[in-house]
Nanobody
Framework: QVQLVESGGGSVQAGGSLRPSCAAS????????MGWYRQAPGKERELVAS???????YYADSVKGRFTISRDNAKNTVYLQMNSLKPEDTAVYSC?????????????????WGQGTQVTVSS
């Protein structure tokens, strides 16, 4: 079955960096778009970055220029390099996979999420 396991969250001060990663298993990783969602308390879940099977990349406006998504198909892993972190970036960050190999890397549909990793940015 599809498994997505995140690691690498944590607590940092504003301006700091984190690099969560997501180890995937149970499917042909290189064939699917992958993404990172986040959900802050009291807010809706939002897609912050995604990468297609061919390497096309999307970023939400709120993270452009600060976050970088990448994937290593040999390791079945997707990463999210987060720099210049702000308190408003505080959220649970979850790795996601599209429902099918032909699903769009921005509009989805998205079918699977990991359990998430907490990112806390203090001012």
């Amino acid at each position: 079955q599809v498994q997505l396991v995140e690691s690498g969250g944590g607590s940092v001060q504003a301006g700091g960096s984190l690099r969560p990663s997501c180890a995937a298993s149970g499917f042909h990783f290189s064939s699917y778009a992958m993404g990172w969602y986040r959900q802050a308390p009291g807010k809706e879940r939002e897609l912050v970055a995604s990468i297609s099977s061919g390497g096309a990349i999307y970023y939400a406006d709120s993270v452009k220029g600060r976050f970088t998504i990448s994937r290593d198909n040999a390791k079945n892993t997707v990463y999210l390099q987060m720099n210049s972190l702000k308190p408003e970036d505080t959220a649970v960050y979850s790795c996601a996979r599209t429902r099918g190999p032909h699903s769009d890397y921005v509009s989805g549909p998205w079918g699977y999420w990991g359990q998430g990793t907490q990112v806390t940015v203090s001012s």
